[in-house]
């Protein structure tokens, strides 16, 4: 919206610091930061009265959690109103990839949202069917992949780049959308087995987030582009702004989420934050590198995947509990000590991630 104030700069010379990607991208942080803070409270007293005995706790959960039973859940509905009215508000209208992204991202909380919803007024651990959801976000997710390809330019939008190699695409054509949906289906749902704990997932989300947020900026921005020797892709350096949506939308409700929680942020949060954080890796020709950058949700899932396969096959867990969060809790670990290490890893990871621009 504010985007077209550039429309004056010939009349109003200041109004050109609306072209600028930077500028908009900080602008955004701070909106849906405000947003946040501004609007938290009144969430989470009418959620609170709205569901009465809040997210139900798992029967087989670790013993502590029990002590978190009455908080509220959906908060992830703060998260998106910050995101949609910030990104809505500072970035450009014009461009595909910000729709798309938005479109991703609002329907992956829209399922998340009906889960939950399930959850609160079944007061059971258990919502929609896990069939039914897979295909919400694979329909969602190879609708926004083919669009990708159709926004994108011919041929590359549907190919795969690898990182460290500048030379090396792997040309997908069709099956392009089958990898669009698993990195955004799977992000999805990464996120969302990672989000137990006050904290936990918030913070890598907004750390995947802004490094995303510079390879946006750098990817779609010819010059910074060839320097690195990265692909360039037009436009998607509009990407940075919803990027900084997320960043203050996410350290807003962090300021409520931080132990002991006011609120969780719910399917209808993380579903949504890992569907975003998909669907621009996607748009970015970054699919590999996201799985560097988030390796913190993918160990978490693999703990699930490997938990669930060895159990059924030898009847063994290899892990006291999963996701892997939770095994560490089992071990002794405190809470919050589960939650700063996993912080400093995501860190830790994010730095790799970003070592890929160059390193090639």
């Not at 610091?17 to 409270?41: D, E, H, K, N, S």
Request: aromatic share 10%; net charge positive; charged share 10%.
């Amino acid at each position: 919206m504010l985007y077209a104030l550039v429309n004056f700069s010939d009349q109003i010379g200041p109004l050109n610091v609306f072209r600028y990607i930077t500028f908009r991208t900080g602008g955004a942080i701070m909106t849906a930061l405000l947003f946040v803070f501004l609007f938290g409270p009144a969430i989470i007293d009418l959620l609170r009265l709205k569901q009465g005995k809040g997210q139900p706790i798992r029967e087989d959960g670790p013993a502590t959690h029990f002590s978190k039973k009455g908080t509220p859940t959906m908060g992830g509905l703060m998260i998106l109103s910050g995101i949609t009215v910030s990104t809505l508000l500072w970035a450009n209208w014009a461009n595909w990839y910000v729709w798309i992204v938005l479109l991703v991202t609002l329907s992956y909380g829209a399922v998340g949202f009906y889960d939950d919803y399930l959850k609160v007024t079944r007061s059971t651990a258990g919502g929609v069917s896990g069939k039914v959801r897979l295909a919400a976000e694979i329909g969602v997710a190879a609708l926004a992949s083919w669009a990708v390809m159709g926004v994108g330019s011919p041929g590359f939008s549907s190919s795969l780049t690898v990182p460290f190699f500048k030379n090396v695409v792997v040309p997908l054509g069709g099956l392009f959308v089958v990898l669009g949906v698993l990195v955004i289906a799977g992000a999805g749902n990464a996120v969302n087995l990672t989000d137990g704990l006050d904290g936990l997932a918030i913070v890598p989300v907004m750390i995947a987030a802004s490094t995303f947020g510079l390879i946006a900026y750098l990817t779609g921005n010819a010059n910074f582009a060839r320097y690195l020797q990265i692909h360039y892709v037009q436009g998607a350096g509009e990407l940075a702004v919803i990027c900084g949506a997320l960043i203050g939308a996410g350290l807003g409700f962090l300021w409520f989420n931080a132990p002991p929680a006011m609120i969780f942020m719910g399917d209808t949060g993380s579903l949504a934050l890992g569907g975003a954080l998909g669907a621009i890796a996607v748009a970015t020709k970054h699919e590999i590198v996201l799985a560097i950058v988030g390796g913190l949700f993918v160990l978490e899932t693999m703990s699930v995947i490997i938990q669930v396969a060895s159990y059924k096959l030898t009847g063994r867990r290899v892990f006291r509990m999963a996701p892997l969060h939770h095994h560490f809790e089992q071990k002794g670990w405190k809470e919050s000590t589960v939650v700063v290490r996993f912080w400093i890893i995501s860190v830790v990871l994010a730095l790799v991630g970003l070592a890929t621009l160059k390193l090639r």
